[in-house]
């Protein structure tokens, strides 16, 4: 006869497998009863409880998880990745520093510690753990891609391309690697991989009929491209990205109606708040965000940059748990498009200023003793309403590029299987389009709410629009904030090697050679 435990055990895998949820969390809740601290069974009633939506509750059982006995490394790294996605990024960070204390040297599991520091930006520690996992012995593409990946944000670019040449020696067709390769540097005619890109793609299938393989197949036309537009080559490189891009579209293909509904929300919803004093004088005692908001790629890195080479800044990078946190005070699963709906039909009843206290209890942390941390996340133009009410005291900068610059900044960039709008032409005019809508109401709506920082001004004139940036976020002048290219900080966005040298003004006008091409675009973009 089974114990009590092993039936209620059986009892909830039946009801899970039925998808009979509150059947399962009603077993799994009388199991704990016997055996509370059992955290496998308590992190199954907060996948079960997540599957009915809802959000906080999946997050306690998750948090009381976490408060339990250790169940071993393995264990506290699935917990890890599951309290980050619940927006409990203070017990991840505490999970993580327990299996960090086992001194573990399994090569799986070293990699897996360095995926979730990756995660959370702390770029230096996920580069000492693959260090000691290369030292024993990496062995899968993942496992190089990540290794030269934290090599190239904490600036050892040398490193970086020796790891990705042995990478693609063991598989040529490593599309990962060929990509990260061609961005390491500019490419010059002394010195290129055209002939082994061009050899890779005769050899690879136009379209074996699987998304894996076209994808793979558009890493390697995405490469070629970057390599030839280095070398001015642009008759012979924008075919490449046209084919890169049409691959990435018919994987990626943009939810144009979703996003467009989502645009709606925000203005209905943010239009129904009260409107919100001026930005009063900072009363906060502990280290104050910055936010750094715009399109992707209207360069929010420089920014980054230059503020958090002031003595008084750190930078947090792109991380995303303002709207994690909004998620979670409206109790609502973050999941795509139908998520964002949801959370917005709930903002007239929620704490704003509960909002702000969950961010600042997520974050602080993330100041390393400094009075102000950047929070550099683009998509947060959304979110400008609610920051604005939930944290009144924290500067926003909005930085403004040239339409066409950015969209083809945007188009040129192999995000991956991300950022749908980037791969088509008429889905990047639409989502640019969105993205202006939102900036004039707020601007319109929240006169004071963001400053304006154009890019074209920032690098002709740094010193001018660096002093009004300054003043604006209560900080003094600071001859370093000039100097970027000293700022020896990791830093992990597409355009790592640009911020490292010397403010420059060449990615003015960028689209120009392609102009012919991209006629359509600008046609759209008006």
Known sequence: MPTVEEGLRQDARQHIDAQRWPAAQATLES???HVPQDVPARMELARVILRQGLFRASGNQLLQAAAA???????????????CFSGEIVAARTCLDRVARL???????????????????????????????????IDTPDQFHLYATLLQVTGNIERAGQVLEAGLRRWPDFGDAAIARSNLCRQTAESNHLDFLRGQLRHLATDDGTPEGRFVRAEFESALFKEL?????????????????????????????????VVEGLIDVAGSLSRPEARPARTHAGPMPIFIVGMPRSGTTLLDRMLSSHSQVTSAGEINDFLRQLHWVADVPPVGVSGMLGTLQRIPQINLAELGERYLAQTQWRAQGRRFYIDKL??????????????????????????????????????GNVS?????????????????????????????AMLDVHYADLVREPAVVLRRVLKHCGLEEEDACLHPERNAAPVATPSSMQVREPIHTRGLGTWRPYAHHLEPLRRLLG
């Open 69 to 83: 006995p250790s169940s071993g490394a393995l264990l506290d790294i699935q917990l890890m990745q599951r309290l």
């Open 103 to 137: 001194a573990i040297e399994s090569v799986p599991l070293l990699v897996a510690q360095a995926h979730l520091w990756w995660t959370l930006g702390e770029f230096d520690d996920a580069k000492r753990l693959m260090d000691r996992a290369a030292a024993t012995g």
């Open 229 to 261: 537009d280095d070398l001015g080559r642009h008759g012979e490189a924008w075919p490449a990205l046209a084919r890169s891009n049409a691959l990435m579209s018919s994987i990626n293909p943009y939810d144009g109606v979703g996003e467009a509904a």
């Open 420 to 448: 749908a709008y980037s791969y088509d032409i008429q889905a990047l005019a639409h989502y640019h389009g969105l993205y202006r809508r939102l900036a004039t109401e707020w601007h319109a709506s929240l006169p004071d």
């Open 378 to 415: 683009p998509v947060n133009i959304q979110m400008v309403p609610f920051i604005r009410r939930a944290l009144p005291h924290a500067p926003i900068l909005h930085m403004v590029r040239d339409p066409m610059d950015v969209c083809f900044s945007n188009f040129r960039a192999m995000f």
């Open 31 to 33: 199991l704990l009863q």
